[in-house]
């Protein structure tokens, strides 16, 4: 039998597999509450930088424009978020939450702290606290070789699929 590397723990797997097992999870958590993951992940975000631009959010969450448009159209619906007009460029829309969505973020955080302590239930506070620290590791290593990538102009473009075309109709 070969010797594996002390790093191949199957982490990538893990970390796949728990985040996905995690999301789905949370969903069901939040059905009862009448929202989505996508919907509270964007209004979560949207509180921290209230007033941000719609399209500065689609970049910062690193999701289409339609996309973001389509759920800001939900969350406004709802009540929870108000599109505003920039002062200086009207063309922009800047994204705020409202003082319903205050008040539901801070019940959906209540749940998600519930949700947080039964998935963690069972494991030493130290040994969440080397998995965090670990993981954060990961990630600015991550990003650091995201930088490397861009700086040396090797960074890719995402794939798009071509634009069907559309069939002409014979006269």
């Known amino acids: 039998m070969v010797d594996q590397p002390a790093w191949d723990l199957r982490l990538g797997y893990l970390i796949h597999d728990v985040s996905r097992l ?38 910062e969450l690193d999701v289409g424009k339609v996309a973001v448009g389509a759920l800001i159209d939900r969350l406004e619906s709802s009540g929870f978020v108000v599109r505003h007009p920039d002062p200086v460029d009207r063309r922009v829309k800047r994204v705020f939450v409202t003082k319903q969505a205050k008040g539901f973020l801070e019940r959906i955080r209540k749940e998600t702290d519930k949700f947080n302590a039964s998935i963690a239930k069972g494991i030493d506070r130290k040994e969440l606290e080397a998995a965090s620290h670990a993981l954060l590791a990961m990630k600015h290593n991550l990003l650091a070789l995201s930088d490397v990538n861009a700086s040396n102009g090797t960074k890719e473009e995402p794939v798009t699929k071509p634009k069907p075309r559309r069939r002409r109709r014979a006269a």
Request: glycine fraction near 6%.
């Open 22 to 59: 995690r999301r789905m999870m949370f969903d069901r958590a939040l059905a009862p509450l009448g929202i989505t993951r996508s919907q509270w992940w964007v209004l979560a975000f949207i509180s921290r930088k209230d007033g941000l631009p719609q399209v500065q959010l689609a970049n």
